[in-house]
């Protein structure tokens, strides 16, 4: 029998790629998206037939379209949420969709029958509010939202993860949860909407900076976060796990040592010394995206992936290529010029 899957945020980065795993495993789709003007660009990317993909309008602040989106779905993706490099006027306008938009979905995927709900969450829930340092994480680990490393997308995740599993625990019924906590994604892209995570990448190949400031992520690439939410959503026995979707950390200095490796021609603009912390603090005075950064200076945030290995069987592949594949698609659709 074909199997019916809610993603939410179809026109995101992430979701994109789920969907066309879903679809090419032979599951009916169904996307919300905030504005249906997306749908043609999405149906051209990524491929389906109008059966076998349907496109819904949804907000995470509005009820409007919501039970009509996961009528006949028996699981959710629960993707959407808002990510962005710039820093918000008030954490609220992270904080509120995020939170309000998982207990929505929830609700009415309940309310709907569905039995399996993931929720794209984030190595944000886990790895922040624990001291300067060097840290390897594991789904154990939630991020403290009083630390003063917290910014407001980092609590806007924590917050609606558990959010999410408190509604779960009273509200739930028999439906099963599960989420997913991507470190940094980055693969190539495909179109120019793309996720906030390859503005690194998008800024080295630019030249945008003048130097590496001290600062670095466990890189994964997104086709192997895509087969982990497929893996997340169709495993038995795995109701109520957290998975740790996370590559090796890499310095922002060392990708770009990747780059100028890997890509010599294409990497002329790309820095290859340190920024000093001061002048990253110095910067920060005046630009409010930069200020997001400086608690990360210095820090190791490693995520340990072990438990979706050995749990769910899942495979990556090595940071490299997601770096090389992300900067070459940036190249190739005249995103950056080199
Ligand atoms: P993305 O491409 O920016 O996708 C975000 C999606 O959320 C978009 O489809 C966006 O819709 C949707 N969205 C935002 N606000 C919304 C609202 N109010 N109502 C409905 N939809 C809304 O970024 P992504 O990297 O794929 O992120 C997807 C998920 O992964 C997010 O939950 C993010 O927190 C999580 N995540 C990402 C990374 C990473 O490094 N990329 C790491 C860990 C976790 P529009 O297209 O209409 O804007």
Redesign the pocket.
């Known amino acids: 029998m074909t199997k019916t899957v809610l993603v ?9 790629f789920t969907i066309r795993q879903l679809l090419a495993e032979g599951w009916t789709v169904h996307a ?4 249906l003007a ?1 749908e043609p660009v999405l149906r051209q990317l990524l491929g389906g037939t109008a059966e076998t993909l349907k496109v819904f309008a ?5 009820d409007a379209g919501w039970e009509a989106a996961v009528a006949g779905c028996s699981h959710v993706a ?7 490099t710039n820093a918000p006027k008030h954490e609220d306008d992270l904080i509120v ?2 939170r309000e ?1 998982v207990l929505r979905a929830l609700r009415f995927a309940r309310d709907a029958g569905v039995v399996r709900f993931v ?6 829930a886990i790895a922040y509010g624990h001291g300067k340092g060097v840290h390897r994480f594991t789904e154990k680990d939630w991020t403290d939202v009083n630390g003063p490393d917290v910014y407001a ?1 980092v609590k ?2 924590t917050i ?1 993860e558990r959010a999410a599993r408190d509604w779960i625990a009273v509200e739930g019924g028999a439906m099963e949860f599960v989420s ?7 693969g190539p892209v495909w179109n120019d ?6 503005e690194v990448v998008k800024q080295l190949l630019s030249g945008a900076l003048p130097g590496c400031p001290d600062i670095g ?1 466990g890189i ?1 690439d ?1 086709r192997d ?1 895509a087969d982990l939410h497929v893996r997340a959503l169709t495993a038995p026995g795995i109701a109520g796990e957290r998975f740790i ?1 996370a590559g090796p950390f890499l310095k922002l200095i060392d990708v770009a040592r990747i780059l100028k490796e890997r890509l010599p021609q294409q990497s002329r603009k790309v820095p290859t010394r340190g920024l000093p912390d001061w002048l990253v603090r110095f910067s920060a005075l005046f630009n409010p995206m930069i200020r997001q950064i400086t608690g990360e200076l210095g820090n190791i945030r490693d995520a340990s992936a072990d438990h979706a290995f050995v749990v769910l069987g899942w495979k990556t592949r090595p940071p490299e290529d997601s770096i090389v594949d992300c900067a070459r698609s940036l190249i190739e659709r005249g995103v950056v010029k080199v």
């Open positions: 939410t945020g179809g026109s995101g980065y992430i979701a994109g919300t998206v905030r504005s997306k949804a907000d995470l602040t509005s629960h993707v959407a949420s808002p990510f962005s969709p995020a938009g929720q794209t969450s984030s190595v944000a997308y806007s995740k609606a997913v906590n991507p470190s940094a994604v980055l909407d793309f996720s906030a995570s390859i992520f994964v997104v976060v979707a």
